[in-house]
Structures are given as structure tokens and as C-alpha cells.
């Protein structure tokens, strides 16, 4: 999700650890992510009240107290900094919004099942945080990213993501869109991406609407049988796990780019790889990596839609193939090639047909 | 704050960009399951398709119909021997698929001793009867030493769906009414099919179907329309079919005698150990 850094403060508080003096960043209350943390931690507080989500707190808490641990130690191996790691507090927790090991139940507060598959993601996020740096800035929305990868690496035996229905509570499923639709004002509007979200949302559920007039369906543990018509349509475009990723992890703007005119190019642009991917998968499992994986690739892209849209007159700059390059071709390419090989594992239909796996519906 | 850090790190970072790469390759291969990368490492989530079971004993002709599913594992009849003297039994097979075999026994008087391959199984004073377990798979014989009469069962346990063909009689002129599971608490999928037999008696097919596995259910008929819910079925009259002890594939059930199933409306798959209805089907008459 959102999770750029703000400016050190010219003088940082300090602290003394024997002889050695270290500047300590404590939280800015004017930091964007301390806004979008609020939102997801309600969420979560939702998920464990009203949702029955499938995550238990134990989950929770290692996977942000994990992701805060690894941002914090890379924090003040590169910089000398002991900083508040609100990064990694956030990037733990949207993980753990999202990712769900198969086999946890709700209730099991306590349960560690599948942690590893967490630390997996978050080390990955993490990883691809400070490893991908081209132009000396991280390109990937982390938890995106470590998510898709635990999703396609891991696969649909140990992990799936949060379901796109939020389950038969009324009340719950209510509250959740007024905090998300609440939350998605007061933070789109600090980053100025309102209209990022409204590019991405617009065209998304115009070509989900094609595919639900065109006859397009998919199976979902939580559903007897195909899901399909304007089901289809609802369950995709308005679910509120669609909404969670446009308001709060496509619009991250560190990963997304600068201007107003490349942010909502980079709405649309998400919003058709999601539509391109979207039509071969015949499992809500593909369907949720499909979308995921759509911002991988727009993530990989920005740079492209940075000349292109933005400074298409400035002088092309060499392009120079280095192994940082590769890496994110490579994600670029094998992000949506996995997800598309999805649509011919006949394990995951069985799996969402409840005839194989651990998982249980809503 | 990073930007101080990159450029002090910048000297690593050709190594570390090339790592990266290394695992980005390694990524992507294994989500795209090259080579079979992604079942090495993380266990194989698309089984061989493996034949279903065509009898409730062993033995049946080859089933041409293959499946992914799994079924409660359930016994299957391998073979009786029976004697009233020592002697060692005709080769049996247990299938390598198996979970485990037993040998089921009754004697009568003296001892009773039964050895498989390296291992005594049974050791027991007659009259008596019991249960003895063995897991090995392949050609079996028994060794039994005894005194006086004896009767063994040999079953296999295995999980594969059965395939029954229909009853004689079943038909389509035949059918008297017909439904399709549906989810209540469980999954639930496939065909219910009730026929009138050419002998007057009534029975229920369940055809293509799938229940989410699990002991002690069974399958009822109900006078409900299309119920949906354990607490709308669970003080509703009911009567009791059969046991399910085979959770996928197509079965056949003789239905009791004096029920007549024109006065029921909708069947239901019931735990009784949980009390719940993991399915339902309504029925729609002729």
C-alpha cells in the first residue's frame, strides 16, 4: 500500500547506546501514512468483528512486527537513522489485510498457521523495496508485490487472498464501505490521487460489464455455483477488496508517477491489464491475482508512461540494460504470463468448488 | 534520507541488482510452475487423476472413468476365508493406493492365530471375534494356525470416489422424482434420481455427486419444499435412508420399507455427530 517516506527532519532527537550516539525519527503526525494506517487498522478490526476473516491477530501482529523489524534494521544500516518504521508497519499490516494462509479459521486468534507465507511476502516486499532501485527509488508498491509473488510462488494450496465477497454480515459489509469510501476521501485527496482512483474504476467496470454481458463467469468457494450476469459484474467491480486496492495500494505515489496527467494514465493503464487478465480465469483465485498482478505491471511500466505521457517531448535518455532493468522486465513479463497459467490449473477450481484444499467458505 | 543511503550503498549495488535478478528468474519460474518447480517445492496441487472404484468389493472390472476427487475413506471388501484348521489362504491383492487393510475375525474354539508376512496380526483364545490392522500394500497371504472353526474379512481402506452402476430398473420410465444437491453447511454437488424398481421397492441414486467428507453422515428424507439451514431442518420430521459413508461418485439405496417418497420433498446429507445439514437437494416429482 501507500508507503513513501517523508524528508528526514534537519535535527533528530537522539539517543546514546553506550558510546555511540544515534538520531532517532520518531512519527510525523503529518505523515499520509499514519492517515491510511487508521483506515486499515478499522478494517482489520472489522475482518475480526463483524467479517469473520479468516486471519488471526497472532498473523497480524508478527507479519507488521516482522515488515517493521526489516525496515527498520535496512533503515539504519543504509542511513545511520533509527526511524519510526512506518513503512514497514504498513506494509506488514496490508499484507496481512489481503494475504490468507488456507486452513485458518475465524476465532483462532492466536493461531500462527501459514505465518511463514507471510514473512515470505513481507521479506519479499521488503526485499524488492530496497533491492529494485533503479534511478535510486523503489518502483514496486511493496506489499503489492510480495503479495502477487506469494500468490503465484506459493500457490493456491497454502495462500489465497482475501475473498472478493465480504461475507452474508450486513451490517459489517455496510460499516466496511463507509470506512473504506470515508478513509479513501481522506487519504486519495492528502496524495491527490482521487482521480488515479476514478481513471482505474471507470474503464474496469465498463469492460467487467462486457464480460458479464458477454457470458463470462468464475466459481468462488462462497457461491453455489458459477457466479455470473450482473453477479458477476457486482461481485468483481464493486467488491469492496477491489476498492481496498484502488484506494489504498494502487495509490501509493511513490510507485505511482509525479504529475496529474501520468497518474491517471496509470489508473487506466491498471485498469485494462486487469481487464486483459481478468477474462481467462474461470476461479476467483485468478481473478484476484489478475488484478494484483495488474499493478505489478503498472508499477514496471511507470517509467515508460513517465516519457511517454508526461514528457513526451524531452530527449529520450539512453537506455541502459542493467541488471535492475532486467529484473523488472522480467517481473513485467512473468507477472501476467503466471497469472494467465492459472486459468489451466484445474486444482483451483476444485479448490473453489470446496472439493479439495483447506479452505471453507465465508 | 534514502537518497544519502543509495548513494553510500551504491557500490554494492551491482551485486545486489544481480541477486535480485537471480531471484526474480528463480520467481518467476516457480509461480509459473516450470519444470514442475512450484509441486517440488511447495507440494503437488494437481494429483494425478487416479480411477474411480466401481464395487464395494475389490476387484471389479477396470474403471475407464478417472477422477481428482476424494472421497471418505471407506472399506472395501478384499475377500473371506474361512477353515477349521490351520492352513494358509488364497493370494489376495491390496491395492497400493490403500490407506490401510484389516482382517476382521470370528472363531469358535482352541486358539486362533493369524500371521501376515512378518507380522502376527492375530493371537486369541476361541470363541471370539475381532479386528486386526496391517498397512503393508501388494499380494498378501495369511498364515492361519487354529483349532477349530474360523471366518476372516479382509477389507481395504481407500478415499477414491464409487462409481455403482444403476440398478436393474432404474430408468428413465421409472424415475418418480429427481433433484440436485446444493450447498447448506458443506459443499454439496450432483444428481438425486428415485425410481420405482420392477419389485415395487424404491430407491435413490445419487448420481455424479460430491459431499464434503466426513463420518457418521447419512442421507434423509424430508416433507421441507427447499430447506436451507440446519436450524429449519433439525426439528422437521425426517426419515432415514442410509448411511453415507462413501462421500463421492454415484450410489445406489434401497429406501426402507413403507416409505413412500411422493409424501417427502427434499433430501437431506445429515451429520448427526455435528447436527448439522451439510447438503440439500428438493425434489421435483415425475
Not at chain 1, 502477487?148 to 497454502?158: E, K, Q, R, S
Request: aromatic content about 8%.
Amino acid at each position: 500500500m501507500t508507503t513513501g517516506l517523508l524528508d528526514a527532519p534537519a535535527h533528530l532527537p537522539q539517543i546514546t547506546i553506550g558510546a555511540r550516539t544515534i538520531p532517532v525519527q520518531l512519527p510525523n503526525p503529518r505523515d499520509p501514512r499514519l492517515k491510511l494506517s487508521a483506515v486499515v487498522v478499522t478494517i482489520h478490526v472489522l475482518g475480526q468483528t463483524l467479517l469473520d476473516w479468516k486471519v488471526s491477530i497472532a498473523q497480524i501482529a508478527v507479519s507488521m512486527v516482522f515488515c517493521a523489524a526489516v525496515e527498520c534494521g535496512l533503515s539504519f544500516r543504509s542511513s545511520g537513522v533509527l526511524a519510526w518504521p512506518a513503512s514497514g508497519l504498513l506494509t506488514g499490516s496490508s499484507i496481512a489485510l489481503i494475504l490468507r494462509a488456507s486452513g485458518t479459521r475465524h476465532g483462532d486468534w492466536w493461531s500462527l498457521h501459514g505465518i511463514e507465507f507471510f514473512l515470505l511476502a513481507g521479506a519479499v516486499s521488503l526485499l524488492s523495496k530496497h533491492l529494485l532501485r533503479p534511478g535510486g527509488r523503489h518502483r514496486f508498491n511493496p506489499s503489492n508485490i510480495g503479495i502477487v509473488w506469494c500468490l503465484l510462488v506459493v500457490g493456491p494450496n497454502h495462500v489465497f487472498a482475501q475473498y472478493l465477497w465480504w461475507g452474508p454480515s450486513r451490517i459489517g459489509v455496510s460499516l466496511a464501505y463507509v470506512v473504506i469510501c470515508v478513509g479513501a476521501l481522506w487519504v486519495l485527496r492528502a496524495v491527490r490521487m482521487v482521480s488515479m482512483a476514478a481513471a482505474f474504476l471507470l474503464p474496469f467496470a465498463a469492460v467487467i460489464g462486457a464480460y458479464a454481458l458477454l457470458g463470462s463467469s468464475f466459481v468462488a468457494i462462497w457461491h453455489v455455483g458459477p457466479v455470473s450476469g450482473l453477479e458477476y459484474w457486482a461481485d468483481i467491480a464493486l467488491s469492496p477488496e477491489v476498492l481496498v486496492f484502488v484506494f489504498f495500494m494502487i495509490s501509493d505515489p511513490q510507485t505511482a508517477p509525479k504529475t496529474a496527467r501520468g497518474r491517471v494514465a496509470y489508473g487506466a493503464a491498471t485498469a485494462l491489464i486487469a481487464a486483459a487478465l481478468i477474462p481467462f480465469q474461470a476461479t476467483e483465485f485468478g481473478i484476484k491475482v489478475a488484478l494484483l498482478a495488474s499493478l505489478t505491471v503498472a508499477c514496471a511500466l511507470v517509467p515508460l508512461l513517465d516519457r511517454t505521457v508526461v514528457r513526451p517531448g524531452l530527449q529520450r535518455a539512453r537506455l541502459h540494460v542493467r541488471p535492475v532493468v532486467l529484473a523488472m522486465a522480467v517481473i513485467a513479463v512473468a507477472a501476467p504470463l503466471d497469472t494467465a497459467l492459472l486459468a489451466h490449473n484445474a486444482q483451483i477450481v476444485l479448490i473453489e468448488k470446496g472439493q479439495s484444499g483447506a479452505r471453507t467458505a465465508q | 534520507m534514502h537518497a544519502d543511503g543509495a548513494a553510500a550503498a551504491s557500490g554494492r549495488q551491482p551485486v545486489r541488482a544481480t541477486l535480485a535478478l537471480l531471484a526474480v528468474v528463480l520467481s518467476a519460474l516457480v509461480g509459473g510452475n516450470a519444470f514442475g518447480l512450484r509441486e517440488r517445492a511447495f507440494g503437488s496441487e494437481s494429483p494425478q487423476a487416479h480411477p474411480v472404484a466401481v464395487s464395494r468389493a475389490a476387484g471389479g472390472a477396470a474403471a475407464a472413468t478417472r477422477t481428482l476427487l476424494k472421497s471418505q475413506p471407506w472399506w472395501q471388501a478384499v475377500g473371506t476365508y474361512d477353515g477349521a484348521a490351520s492352513t494358509t489362504t488364497g493370494a489376495f491383492s491390496v491395492d497400493g493406493a490403500a490407506i490401510n487393510w484389516r482382517v476382521r475375525w470370528t472363531c469358535q474354539q482352541g486358539h486362533l492365530e493369524v500371521l501376515v508376512p512378518g507380522k502376527r496380526v492375530v493371537s486369541a483364545a476361541c470363541p471370539g471375534t475381532g479386528t486386526a490392522y496391517a498397512s503393508r500394500s501388494g499380494r498378501q497371504q495369511l498364515a492361519v494356525t487354529a483349532s477349530g472353526s474360523w471366518h476372516l474379512q479382509v477389507d481395504q481402506q481407500i478415499d477414491v470416489p464409487l462409481v455403482e452402476k444403476p440398478l436393474p430398473g432404474m430408468s428413465a420410465a421409472t424415475e418418480i422424482a429427481h433433484g440436485a444437491l446444493y450447498r447448506i453447511d458443506q459443499t454439496g454437488s450432483g444428481q438425486v434420481l428415485i425410481y420405482r424398481l420392477p419389485d415395487g421397492r424404491f430407491a435413490l441414486r445419487l448420481e455424479d455427486f460430491f459431499v464434503t467428507a466426513n463420518s457418521d453422515l447419512d442421507v434423509q428424507l424430508t416433507r421441507l419444499p427447499r430447506p436451507r439451514s440446519t436450524e429449519q431442518i433439525k426439528p422437521a420430521p425426517r426419515v432415514h435412508v442410509g448411511p453415507l459413508d462413501i462421500t463421492a461418485g454415484s450410489l445406489n439405496m434401497i429406501l426402507p420399507a413403507g416409505v413412500d417418497p411422493a409424501t417427502y420433498r427434499s433430501v437431506v446429507i445429515w451429520c448427526d455427530r455435528l447436527a448439522s445439514a451439510y447438503a440439500g437437494a428438493a425434489l421435483t416429482q415425475g
